[in-house]
């Protein structure tokens, strides 16, 4: 596998339920980062979640870090229409002060009214 | 909310051409950045350039590209002799101090090459 597959590759999911997305990396990382991208647009940045942490909340977003697993899940409690976008995991695997941020292929997610 | 700023919003140049693109990062920001993503696949890594200098570069960024810092607020990219494979979108981002830190994209420039 590549560094930063997400699975699955796309959900549509009912609005109003959650939304979970899971994301797997090979080399070792000094943090991992969730970031949102609406169609056109910039990748926004969600959370970031350090290799020493396991858990982090932010508002309506959950992440988990597993590094023995080398995987993190991303889950969207009580999804709304707004949460429609294309969903990314990048790993930090920089040796030096400035990121290198290695981005996944995606997940993108569908909420239907 | 403060934002990275990026012109043009799209760009054509005939292959062979050279293009500059140009972003303003936050203000207080010291670590930038530069990605690309070819339509329907994944963003990668170019370049990231602090205290004047590039700290990493990708090997994709070879030496038809270059980055610049050229006054204290722009930071380029650019291409010497584009080739059709440079079509793409291009984002820029930039970090703050310390580093390991959230970094904030622009809305990109999507770069066509004819």
């Known amino acids: 596998s590549q560094q930063g597959e997400e699975d699955p590759q796309a959900l549509s999911i009912q609005e109003g339920e959650n939304a979970t997305m899971n994301c797997s990396y090979k080399?070792?990382?000094?943090?991992l980062q969730w970031y949102r991208q609406n169609s056109g647009r910039g990748l926004v940045h969600l959370i970031l979640i350090r290799s020493n942490e396991r858990e982090k909340h932010s508002g309506r977003l959950r992440v988990t870090l597993d590094t023995s697993k080398k995987s993190s899940s991303l889950l969207i409690t009580a999804s709304r229409a707004a949460d429609t976008a294309s969903y990314f995991c990048?790993?930090?695997?920089?040796?030096?002060?400035?990121?290198?941020?290695?981005f996944g292929s995606g997940t993108r997610l569908s909420i239907r009214p | 909310e403060p934002e990275v700023t990026q012109t043009p919003s799209h760009q054509v140049t005939q292959m062979g051409q050279e293009v500059i693109l140009r972003c303003v990062p936050i203000s207080n920001h010291l670590y930038f950045y530069w990605y690309r993503q070819i339509l329907g696949q994944k963003v990668e890594f170019l370049v990231s350039?602090?205290?004047?200098?590039?700290?990493?570069k990708s090997e994709i960024f070879d030496d038809q590209f270059s980055v610049e810092r050229p006054d204290g607020s722009n930071f380029t990219l650019k291409i010497r002799s584009t080739k059709l494979e440079d079509s793409a979108m291009y984002f820029c981002?930039?970090?703050?101090?310390?580093?390991?830190?959230?970094?904030?994209f622009g809305d990109g420039t999507r770069l066509s090459i004819l």
């Open positions: 981002a930039s970090s703050d101090r310390t580093g390991y830190q959230p970094q904030h």
């Open positions: 990048a790993t930090d695997v920089s040796d030096s002060s400035a990121s290198k941020i290695i």
């Open positions: 080399t070792s990382i000094n943090n």
């Open positions: 350039f602090y205290n004047n200098e590039i700290s990493e």
